[in-house]
């Protein structure tokens, strides 16, 4: 099973740059889908980003494209989330998850087809 940590959140100014990171440990992180979710107060759970197993294949929902870049380091068994000119909007708990994937190229486009959860990470941009 896959324990999943992220760090990284905080206070920013609207136009401004975070970069979160997601630390996993038992399991092979290598075998497993990657991706981000976002939670705001009162809004269903979504999509933010998802990188297959390999980091060759990447997907991102339509109102971060441009500014945010999901990557992966096999190596060290972490996922980030670079989220550059951040909006007010995009105020959220991030989540980071993981999904069992059958190929190296298979992105996980959808909250229920992951599997593994981190706690969270709270960020908020001032306006």
């Known amino acids: 099973q896959v324990q999943l940590v992220e760090s990284g959140g905080g206070l920013v100014q609207a136009g401004g740059s975070l970069r979160l990171s997601c630390a996993a440990s038992?399991?092979?992180?290598?075998?497993?889908?990657m991706g981000w979710c976002r939670q705001a107060p009162g809004k269903e759970r979504e999509i933010v980003a998802g990188?297959?197993?390999?980091?060759?294949?990447?997907y991102y929902t339509d109102s971060v494209k441009g500014r945010f870049t999901v990557s992966r380091d096999n190596a060290k068994n972490t996922v980030y989330l670079q989220m550059n000119s951040l909006k007010p909007e995009d105020t959220a708990v991030y989540y980071c998850?993981?999904?069992?994937?059958?190929?190296?190229?298979?992105?996980?486009?959808?909250?229920?087809?992951?599997?593994?959860w981190g706690q969270g990470t709270q960020v908020t941009v001032s306006s």
């Open positions: 998850a993981a999904s069992a994937a059958a190929n190296n190229y298979y992105v996980t486009r959808n909250v229920p087809g992951y599997d593994y």
């Open positions: 038992g399991g092979t992180f290598s075998s497993y889908a």
């Open positions: 990188i297959s197993r390999s980091g060759g294949s990447t």
